[in-house]
């Protein structure tokens, strides 16, 4: 092969190449492959700590008749709706495979149905990889209760959905192709029968697919398209976002055929996206332009009003020139109350009055908030403008890069977008604080540091800091020896050194200014993205950055040395054209750099031109490795140097940019001399992004793939899901902190893993065993929930905290023939806690008195599970509950977790034994109580509030005793004395635990009265 030829994909050859090439260059060792039941890890949870900070939206629609009820559709998280105008959003596609959606449609004859597009196009090629592919149209008849899938699987990409106004069972749907390849699939489908078919009634050719559809709103049958090329330009060429090819047609027989509409003043120069509107004849096309041409008449608004037979420009404001970015707005919008009212977006919101000649800004932020699209409700309430100008209609939702609010009174105000877990991450990274914290960088929203756990129970607004200093597809490191610095990458090479107390910004950059010596990842705009850089794990103190060169610096970025030659250099790279119209093979920069959490001189680094290359001496000497199958234009996503093993890394090649969307991961033992292949059992088309190591347990790894988290029990030699719970959606990243997997998700913001204690222990003897008990991680005492104000309504969102207290895991063969018993003991063996999977008896589960509080704050007590697999359970690391007239809720309440007060005391930090008893049998396990590290408390102080609250655990059971025995025998003044005493003690129990500190003497002198009265009280009954 040579010439252009060279590298292209051709699935059947390549997979001969790779084959040839592995057995004649590379010595594969053969595994036998280890598959785990995930029944066996089934129990596991993953939680959403946030940001509820939304990240772009796609598509928005809304229900004729509800005011309240809107969906929003995003490129990474899936459909989501609000039935409240926009006060609380809630996921409702998750069953749905495919978390990219593009468009979204509620037929307006009937608001319970609702089509589906799936596969985001974000600009016209790659928007930083950002772009992910579809799985055709999906349809709910319920209002998204249920899903089902009606076809088009293999258009990629869908831009507009169109749902006939008087049957829902007739919609057009614009499809725009893959981006990556050409494609027959692009252009305008009908069904007529709900999805059960579909026609293609419009196509240019294979490369031009559709992105706008209108219906004229007074016309029946008049409907309008947009075409556009929708191909990125494969590497080595730069993505090209201002793509020609753009086209109008018109059809009159509701979409069955079509007319081409040019000329008679419509751009004569090629035009690039469409966007469209019409009613009653009148049509608006914003038009961009192809940025090649930008000495012609620029793009911008244009007006027809008849039916598209003559045009012109209706304005000339700049501020709606799409310019550079035409694949990233272009859309335009009419009042359906009145079509002299336009609406067009850009990096702000705009509204005419007089039909498009001039425009006010409605809504925007400084730096631009970067707006794409709209929906108005053609039956909400108009709203009467000044003078004779009609009115407005009031009820609209509104789709940004950061997330999609609602107004009510035509635009006066918004609801919020900071309720929308929806944020688009990149990268992240964790540090070593207790509860540690997570950051990384937001698509659209800037950067974040996301608290692991709340002190107040949950994970809310006051456990998140935005402006960590990155920009979107940067990174955020913090500094392992510097608590108060952070490291964050900004547009282009910038890096910046940050002081979390002040934030006070230092650019440590290795090179400020134009034309440096130093080279990074060529971006779609020919800018500098993702320079990658990272701590090393082991000596904690030199940050490491990646351009032609490896760089380090060991002073916080103040000095910076070269600690290589150009790790890019290869003689088959090809040529790469550049903006002056000179083409350089100079072109490939450092893409992942893995420095070894073992040995400081340890480091691998992966480049974007498909090198490996290692260095075992700080970067004096350098190897390259010869990777089976990778070519010149492979990108290294990730290198992995092993947390257990010297000789071993794994490597993460991404393909996806050439329209190769298989998944491919790499393992060597022995620094790189040979590769093995290890991504059996991951799907086709769920490409991987990173790959880590556990660093507990030998060939224990975890995979962040487009579509989800796969884990390997055997060092790769076989994957399966990690899913569990978490949303499908694109894991562009992965962390492993305290026992947990982070995950960085692509429109979902930031999930959690909890204790991967059970995948460290999981072999075949556990799955085989009639039921097993899992060696608990250490347990730290910290309190649920702090809060002593009133608890933040749970409208307001919010993430969630790991369980409080001791993770308890054990699995079951088969459904046990009699109740199981899980029972705690302290290091004397004396019984501190004892659970049953027997039903809870239900004076239990509703007290005697039952509290004056909503339903929705309760946790009200479960039996022990008894499930075929894995169960789980979480000790709070408290004795059991006192014996209690009556039954209070304290203020520090979270929704659906909190237990009836009074509750059975902390125990002391030391340790324990779990003891589980299965049909006769029983397992047993060390657990560790450790106190808060945020705490300097002698261990005599945890004894003396224990003994403190034990003697009042002891009077609460006395009173209580007392207090049934008066009840029994008619005494209520006696019963009402006892009542009283029994809650004063539980009260002083609450006082005593307040904080990890020995009582003070007033609180021992009020537990010696109060015990003192109890006594005299009981002798005096008897």
């Given at each position: 092969?040579?010439?252009?030829?060279?590298?292209?994909?051709?699935?059947?050859?390549?997979?001969?190449?790779?084959?040839?090439?592995?057995?004649?260059?590379?010595?594969?060792?053969?595994?036998k492959a280890v598959q785990i039941d995930p029944a066996f890890y089934a129990g596991m949870r993953w939680r959403l700590i946030g940001p509820f900070r939304?990240?772009?939206?796609?598509?928005?629609?809304?229900?004729?008749?509800?005011?309240?009820?809107?969906?929003?559709?995003?490129?990474?998280?899936?459909?989501?709706?609000?039935?409240?105008?926009?006060?609380?959003?809630?996921?409702?596609?998750?069953?749905?495979?495919?978390?990219?959606?593009?468009?979204?449609?509620?037929?307006?004859?009937?608001?319970?149905?609702?089509?589906?597009?799936?596969?985001?196009?974000?600009?016209?090629?790659?928007?930083?990889?950002?772009?992910?592919?579809?799985?055709?149209?999906?349809?709910?008849?319920?209002?998204?209760?249920?899903?089902?899938?009606?076809?088009?699987?293999?258009?990629?990409?869908?831009?507009?959905?169109?749902?006939?106004?008087?049957?829902?069972?007739?919609?057009?749907?614009?499809?725009?192709?893959?981006?990556?390849?050409?494609?027959?699939?692009?252009?305008?489908?009908?069904?007529?029968?709900?999805?059960?078919?579909?026609?293609?009634?419009?196509?240019?050719?294979?490369?031009?697919?559709?992105?706008?559809?209108?219906?004229?709103?007074?016309?029946?049958?008049?409907?309008?398209?947009?075409?556009?090329?929708?191909?990125?330009?494969?590497?080595?060429?730069?993505?090209?976002?201002?793509?020609?090819?753009?086209?109008?047609?018109?059809?009159?027989?509701?979409?069955?055929?079509?007319?081409?509409?040019?000329?008679?003043?419509?751009?004569?120069?090629?035009?690039?996206?469409?966007?469209?509107?019409?009613?009653?004849?009148?049509?608006?096309?914003?038009?961009?332009?192809?940025?090649?041409?930008?000495?012609?008449?620029?793009?911008?608004?244009?007006?027809?009003?008849?039916?598209?037979?003559?045009?012109?420009?209706?304005?000339?404001?700049?501020?709606?020139?799409?310019?550079?970015?035409?694949?990233?707005?272009?859309?335009?919008?009419?009042?359906?109350?009145?079509?002299?009212?336009?609406?067009?977006?850009?990096?702000?919101?705009?509204?005419?009055?007089?039909?498009?000649?001039?425009?006010?800004?409605?809504?925007?932020?400084?730096?631009?908030?970067?707006?794409?699209?709209?929906?108005?409700?053609?039956?909400?309430?108009?709203?009467?403008?000044?003078?004779?100008?009609?009115?407005?209609?009031?009820?609209?939702?509104?789709?940004?890069?950061?997330?999609?609010?609602?107004?009510?009174?035509?635009?006066?105000?918004?609801?919020?977008?900071?309720?929308?877990?929806?944020?688009?991450?990149?990268?992240?990274?964790?540090?070593?604080?207790?509860?540690?914290?997570?950051?990384?960088?937001?698509?659209?929203?800037?950067?974040?540091?996301?608290?692991?756990?709340?002190?107040?129970?949950?994970?809310?607004?006051?456990?998140?800091?935005?402006?960590?200093?990155?920009?979107?597809?940067?990174?955020?490191?913090?500094?392992?020896?510097?608590?108060?610095?952070?490291?964050?990458?900004?547009?282009?090479?910038?890096?910046?050194?940050?002081?979390?107390?002040?934030?006070?910004?230092?650019?440590?950059?290795?090179?400020?200014?134009?034309?440096?010596?130093?080279?990074?990842?060529?971006?779609?705009?020919?800018?500098?993205?993702?320079?990658?850089?990272?701590?090393?794990?082991?000596?904690?103190?030199?940050?490491?950055?990646?351009?032609?060169?490896?760089?380090?610096?060991?002073?916080?970025?103040?000095?910076?040395?070269?600690?290589?030659?150009?790790?890019?250099?290869?003689?088959?790279?090809?040529?790469?054209?550049?903006?002056?119209?000179?083409?350089?093979?100079?072109?490939?920069?450092?893409?992942?750099?893995?420095?070894?959490?073992?040995?400081?001189?340890?480091?691998?680094?992966?480049?974007?031109?498909?090198?490996?290359?290692?260095?075992?001496?700080?970067?004096?000497?350098?190897?390259?490795?010869?990777?089976?199958?990778?070519?010149?234009?492979?990108?290294?996503?990730?290198?992995?140097?092993?947390?257990?093993?010297?000789?071993?890394?794994?490597?993460?090649?991404?393909?996806?940019?050439?329209?190769?969307?298989?998944?491919?991961?790499?393992?060597?033992?022995?620094?790189?001399?040979?590769?093995?292949?290890?991504?059996?059992?991951?799907?086709?088309?769920?490409?991987?992004?990173?790959?880590?190591?556990?660093?507990?347990?030998?060939?224990?790894?975890?995979?962040?793939?487009?579509?989800?988290?796969?884990?390997?029990?055997?060092?790769?030699?076989?994957?399966?899901?990690?899913?569990?719970?978490?949303?499908?959606?694109?894991?562009?990243?992965?962390?492993?902190?305290?026992?947990?997997?982070?995950?960085?998700?692509?429109?979902?913001?930031f999930w959690i893993l909890d204790d991967l204690s059970p995948l460290r222990q999981l072999n075949a003897q556990v799955v085989a065993a009639p039921a097993?008990?899992?060696?608990?991680?250490?347990?730290?005492?910290?309190?649920?929930?702090?809060?002593?104000?009133?608890?933040?309504?749970?409208?307001?969102?919010?993430?969630?905290?790991?369980?409080?207290?001791?993770?308890?895991?054990?699995?079951?063969?088969?459904?046990?023939?009699?109740?199981?018993?899980?029972?705690?003991?302290?290091?004397?063996?004396?019984?501190?806690?004892?659970?049953?999977?027997?039903?809870?008896?239900?004076?239990?589960?509703?007290?005697?008195?039952?509290?004056?509080?909503?339903?929705?704050?309760?946790?009200?007590?479960?039996?022990?599970?008894?499930?075929?697999?894995?169960?789980?359970?979480?000790?709070?690391?408290?004795?059991?509950?006192?014996?209690?007239?009556?039954?209070?809720?304290?203020?520090?309440?979270?929704?659906?977790?909190?237990?009836?007060?009074?509750?059975?005391?902390?125990?002391?930090?030391?340790?324990?034994?779990?003891?589980?008893?299965?049909?006769?049998?029983?397992?047993?396990?060390?657990?560790?109580?450790?106190?808060?590290?945020?705490?300097?408390?002698?261990?005599?102080?945890?004894?003396?509030?224990?003994?403190?609250?034990?003697?009042?655990?002891?009077?609460?059971?006395?009173?209580?005793?007392?207090?049934?025995?008066?009840?029994?025998?008619?005494?209520?003044?006696?019963?009402?004395?006892?009542?009283?005493?029994?809650?004063?003690?539980?009260?002083?129990?609450?006082?005593?635990?307040?904080?990890?500190?020995?009582?003070?003497?007033?609180?021992?002198?009020?537990?010696?009265?109060?015990?003192?009265?109890?006594?005299?009280?009981?002798?005096?009954?008897?």
């Amino acid at each position: 092969m040579t010439g252009d030829n060279m590298f292209e994909f051709k699935p059947n050859f390549a997979r001969i190449l790779v084959t040839v090439f592995i057995a004649a260059v590379v010595a594969i060792v053969p595994l036998k492959a280890v598959q785990i039941d995930p029944a066996f890890y089934a129990g596991m949870r993953w939680r959403l700590i946030g940001p509820f900070r939304a990240g772009r939206v796609s598509a928005v629609a809304g229900v004729i008749g509800q005011p309240g009820t809107y969906y929003m559709a995003t490129p990474g998280g899936g459909v989501w709706a609000t039935t409240d105008a926009g006060e609380v959003w809630q996921p409702i596609s998750d069953q749905i495979p495919v978390a990219s959606i593009g468009a979204l449609a509620v037929a307006p004859s009937n608001g319970k149905i609702i089509y589906a597009g799936t596969g985001d196009f974000g600009i016209a090629s790659t928007a930083w990889g950002a772009v992910n592919l579809g799985d055709g149209v999906w349809r709910s008849d319920d209002g998204g209760s249920t899903w089902r899938h009606i076809g088009l699987s293999e258009t990629a990409h869908i831009g507009a959905i169109l749902v006939d106004p008087d049957n829902p069972d007739v919609a057009l749907v614009a499809a725009l192709g893959n981006a990556y390849a050409a494609d027959p699939h692009r252009g305008v489908y009908l069904t007529t029968d709900g999805g059960r078919t579909w026609a293609r009634t419009l196509y240019k050719d294979d490369t031009t697919g559709a992105v706008g559809l209108a219906y004229d709103a007074a016309l029946r049958g008049v409907v309008y398209a947009s075409l556009w090329h929708h191909q990125a330009a494969l590497p080595p060429a730069p993505a090209d976002n201002d793509q020609a090819g753009g086209a109008i047609y018109k059809s009159t027989d509701g979409g069955r055929s079509w007319q081409a509409i040019s000329g008679h003043g419509l751009p004569t120069w090629p035009m690039g996206r469409i966007g469209l509107a019409a009613d009653d004849g009148r049509v608006l096309a914003i038009i961009s332009r192809d940025q090649g041409h930008q000495d012609h008449l620029p793009g911008g608004l244009f007006r027809s009003d008849d039916g598209g037979a003559t045009w012109r420009s209706i304005t000339q404001d700049p501020r709606l020139e799409p310019g550079g970015r035409s694949g990233y707005f272009d859309n335009v919008w009419m009042d359906p109350q009145n079509r002299d009212v336009v609406y067009v977006v850009h990096t702000s919101f705009y509204r005419s009055i007089d039909g498009g000649e001039t425009f006010e800004v409605l809504k925007g932020a400084p730096g631009g908030d970067d707006y794409h699209n709209l929906w108005i409700n053609p039956k909400s309430p108009c709203v009467p403008m000044d003078g004779d100008k009609g009115c407005v209609s009031s009820e609209m939702i509104l789709g940004a890069d950061q997330g999609a609010s609602i107004s009510l009174n035509a635009g006066l105000t918004w609801s919020s977008w900071y309720n929308q877990p929806t944020g688009q991450m990149y990268h992240v990274a964790t540090d070593d604080r207790f509860p540690y914290g997570v950051y990384g960088p937001q698509q659209d929203s800037g950067s974040v540091e996301v608290s692991s756990r709340g002190d107040f129970g949950d994970v809310s607004l006051l456990d998140w800091r935005p402006s960590m200093g990155a920009y979107e597809y940067g990174y955020v490191e913090p500094d392992p020896a510097h608590p108060r610095w952070l490291f964050s990458s900004d547009d282009g090479p910038a890096i910046h050194r940050r002081d979390r107390e002040t934030w006070q910004t230092l650019d440590v950059t290795p090179y400020i200014g134009a034309a440096g010596p130093y080279r990074y990842l060529m971006g779609p705009w020919w800018g500098s993205v993702q320079p990658p850089f990272v701590f090393s794990p082991k000596d904690g103190k030199t940050l490491y950055d990646g351009a032609q060169f490896l760089l380090a610096t060991s002073d916080g970025g103040l000095n910076w040395r070269r600690i290589s030659p150009d790790l890019t250099l290869r003689d088959n790279l090809p040529m790469r054209p550049m903006p002056d119209g000179k083409a350089t093979r100079d072109w490939a920069a450092i893409s992942a750099i893995g420095p070894s959490p073992l040995d400081a001189g340890l480091i691998w680094i992966g480049t974007d031109d498909g090198l490996v290359q290692v260095t075992r001496d700080g970067g004096k000497d350098w190897r390259r490795a010869t990777v089976p199958g990778l070519r010149p234009l492979d990108i290294i996503s990730t290198v992995e140097a092993s947390p257990l093993n010297l000789a071993e890394a794994y490597v993460v090649m991404d393909r996806h940019e050439w329209g190769d969307f298989h998944p491919y991961i790499y393992r060597t033992g022995d620094y790189g001399r040979t590769w093995t292949a290890i991504s059996s059992g991951i799907p086709d088309g769920s490409f991987v992004r990173v790959i880590r190591a556990d660093p507990k347990r030998q060939g224990l790894l975890y995979a962040g793939t487009e579509n989800g988290v796969f884990v390997s029990f055997d060092d790769g030699g076989h994957w399966q899901s990690l899913q569990l719970n978490l949303p499908t959606t694109s894991v562009r990243d992965l962390a492993i902190r305290d026992g947990d997997l982070v995950a960085a998700t692509f429109g979902r913001a930031f999930w959690i893993l909890d204790d991967l204690s059970p995948l460290r222990q999981l072999n075949a003897q556990v799955v085989a065993a009639p039921a097993h008990l899992f060696q608990p991680a250490e347990a730290v005492r910290v309190r649920r929930d702090a809060n002593s104000d009133t608890p933040m309504p749970p409208e307001i969102p919010a993430g969630t905290n790991p369980p409080s207290g001791a993770i308890l895991d054990y699995t079951l063969q088969s459904t046990p023939s009699q109740s199981i018993e899980l029972a705690i003991y302290d290091a004397n063996g004396n019984l501190v806690r004892q659970f049953s999977s027997a039903p809870v008896p239900e004076s239990v589960r509703r007290p005697e008195k039952w509290p004056t509080i909503a339903d929705y704050w309760m946790a009200n007590p479960e039996p022990l599970p008894t499930h075929i697999g894995m169960n789980r359970l979480t000790w709070d690391l408290r004795f059991s509950p006192p014996p209690s007239v009556g039954h209070s809720y304290p203020m520090s309440a979270i929704p659906h977790e909190t237990p009836a007060g009074p509750e059975g005391p902390l125990v002391v930090p030391g340790k324990y034994v779990v003891k589980l008893t299965v049909d006769g049998q029983s397992y047993t396990q060390p657990v560790t109580v450790r106190p808060d590290p945020r705490e300097n408390v002698p261990a005599s102080a945890f004894a003396a509030q224990l003994s403190l609250e034990q003697k009042l655990m002891a009077g609460m059971q006395e009173s209580f005793r007392a207090y049934q025995a008066a009840k029994q025998r008619g005494d209520t003044d006696a019963a009402a004395q006892f009542a009283g005493m029994n809650g004063t003690l539980s009260g002083l129990a609450s006082d005593a635990e307040g904080a990890d500190a020995a009582p003070t003497p007033a609180m021992e002198d009020a537990v010696r009265r109060e015990l003192g009265q109890l006594n005299a009280r009981l002798h005096a009954s008897k």
